[in-house]
Nanobody, 121 residues
Framework: QVQLVESGGGLVQAGGSLRLSCAAS????????MGWFRRAPGKEREFVAA????????YYADSVKDRFTISRDNAKNTVYLQMNSLRPEDTAIYYC??????????????WGQGTQVTVSS
Protein backbone atom coordinates (compact mmCIF):
# COMPACT_ATOMS: atom_id res chain seq x y z
CA GLN A 1 0.00 0.00 0.00
CA VAL A 2 1.24 3.47 -0.90
CA GLN A 3 0.13 6.53 1.02
CA LEU A 4 0.61 9.93 -0.56
CA VAL A 5 0.33 13.22 1.29
CA GLU A 6 0.39 16.52 -0.59
CA SER A 7 1.32 19.86 0.92
CA GLY A 8 2.22 23.37 -0.17
CA GLY A 9 -1.08 24.58 -1.56
CA GLY A 10 -2.53 27.96 -0.73
CA LEU A 11 -3.68 31.33 -2.01
CA VAL A 12 -1.41 33.28 -4.34
CA GLN A 13 -1.80 36.25 -6.66
CA ALA A 14 -1.61 35.85 -10.40
CA GLY A 15 1.99 35.80 -11.53
CA GLY A 16 3.15 34.28 -8.26
CA SER A 17 4.67 30.91 -7.45
CA LEU A 18 3.97 27.90 -5.28
CA ARG A 19 5.81 24.65 -4.68
CA LEU A 20 3.78 21.55 -4.01
CA SER A 21 5.26 18.52 -2.30
CA CYS A 22 4.00 14.96 -2.14
CA ALA A 23 5.51 12.60 0.41
CA ALA A 24 5.12 8.87 -0.13
CA SER A 25 5.14 6.29 2.63
CA UNK A 26 6.58 3.36 0.72
CA UNK A 27 10.03 1.78 0.58
CA UNK A 28 9.83 1.23 -3.19
CA UNK A 29 9.16 4.86 -4.14
CA UNK A 30 11.68 4.72 -6.98
CA UNK A 31 9.70 1.94 -8.66
CA UNK A 32 6.75 4.27 -9.40
CA UNK A 33 6.22 6.88 -12.02
CA MET A 34 4.78 9.90 -10.22
CA GLY A 35 2.19 12.25 -11.60
CA TRP A 36 0.33 15.43 -10.71
CA PHE A 37 -3.28 15.96 -11.70
CA ARG A 38 -5.74 18.72 -10.89
CA ARG A 39 -9.48 19.24 -10.71
CA ALA A 40 -10.83 22.72 -11.25
CA PRO A 41 -14.32 23.67 -10.01
CA GLY A 42 -16.95 22.10 -12.25
CA LYS A 43 -14.40 20.26 -14.39
CA GLU A 44 -13.00 16.77 -14.74
CA ARG A 45 -9.67 15.89 -13.19
CA GLU A 46 -6.87 16.49 -15.71
CA PHE A 47 -3.26 15.56 -16.15
CA VAL A 48 -0.65 18.18 -15.22
CA ALA A 49 2.77 16.52 -15.19
CA ALA A 50 4.58 13.23 -14.72
CA UNK A 51 8.10 12.08 -13.97
CA UNK A 52 9.61 8.67 -14.59
CA UNK A 53 11.07 6.42 -11.91
CA UNK A 54 14.62 7.72 -12.13
CA UNK A 55 13.58 11.26 -12.86
CA UNK A 56 15.25 11.13 -16.26
CA UNK A 57 12.10 12.05 -18.19
CA UNK A 58 9.28 14.48 -17.52
CA TYR A 59 6.00 15.18 -19.27
CA TYR A 60 3.66 18.15 -19.11
CA ALA A 61 0.23 19.23 -20.19
CA ASP A 62 0.42 21.97 -22.81
CA SER A 63 -1.35 24.35 -20.47
CA VAL A 64 1.48 24.26 -17.90
CA LYS A 65 4.51 23.68 -20.08
CA ASP A 66 7.30 26.20 -19.46
CA ARG A 67 5.61 27.36 -16.24
CA PHE A 68 5.55 24.22 -14.07
CA THR A 69 8.42 21.87 -13.23
CA ILE A 70 8.07 18.40 -11.78
CA SER A 71 10.97 16.82 -9.91
CA ARG A 72 11.56 14.04 -7.42
CA ASP A 73 13.96 13.09 -4.67
CA ASN A 74 13.99 9.31 -4.36
CA ALA A 75 16.10 9.47 -1.20
CA LYS A 76 13.31 11.47 0.46
CA ASN A 77 10.39 9.62 -1.16
CA THR A 78 9.06 12.97 -2.36
CA VAL A 79 7.88 14.46 -5.62
CA TYR A 80 7.57 18.19 -6.19
CA LEU A 81 5.68 20.52 -8.49
CA GLN A 82 7.17 23.98 -8.84
CA MET A 83 4.51 26.29 -10.25
CA ASN A 84 5.56 29.69 -11.61
CA SER A 85 3.66 32.43 -13.42
CA LEU A 86 0.42 31.18 -11.92
CA ARG A 87 -2.85 32.15 -13.54
CA PRO A 88 -6.40 32.23 -12.19
CA GLU A 89 -7.20 29.25 -14.42
CA ASP A 90 -4.65 27.19 -12.47
CA THR A 91 -7.02 27.30 -9.50
CA ALA A 92 -7.82 23.69 -8.63
CA ILE A 93 -7.30 20.87 -6.20
CA TYR A 94 -3.95 19.29 -7.03
CA TYR A 95 -3.42 15.57 -6.56
CA CYS A 96 -0.29 13.50 -6.73
CA UNK A 97 -0.44 9.93 -7.94
CA UNK A 98 1.82 6.89 -8.18
CA UNK A 99 1.72 4.12 -10.75
CA UNK A 100 2.91 3.03 -14.14
CA UNK A 101 2.49 6.50 -15.57
CA UNK A 102 0.95 8.22 -18.55
CA UNK A 103 -1.42 11.15 -18.83
CA UNK A 104 -4.58 9.23 -17.92
CA UNK A 105 -5.87 8.53 -14.45
CA UNK A 106 -5.99 4.83 -15.24
CA UNK A 107 -2.21 4.74 -15.30
CA UNK A 108 -2.01 5.46 -11.57
CA UNK A 109 -2.94 3.15 -8.72
CA UNK A 110 -2.46 5.40 -5.69
CA TRP A 111 -3.69 8.92 -5.04
CA GLY A 112 -3.23 11.57 -2.41
CA GLN A 113 -6.06 13.51 -0.82
CA GLY A 114 -5.27 16.68 -2.73
CA THR A 115 -4.18 20.20 -1.86
CA GLN A 116 -6.05 23.37 -2.82
CA VAL A 117 -4.36 25.98 -4.99
CA THR A 118 -6.19 29.27 -5.47
CA VAL A 119 -4.86 31.97 -7.77
CA SER A 120 -6.44 35.39 -7.44
CA SER A 121 -6.53 37.89 -10.28
Amino acid sequence: QVQLVESGGGLVQAGGSLRLSCAASVRTFSSYTMGWFRRAPGKEREFVAAITRSGASTYYADSVKDRFTISRDNAKNTVYLQMNSLRPEDTAIYYCAAGDGGDYETGYDYWGQGTQVTVSS
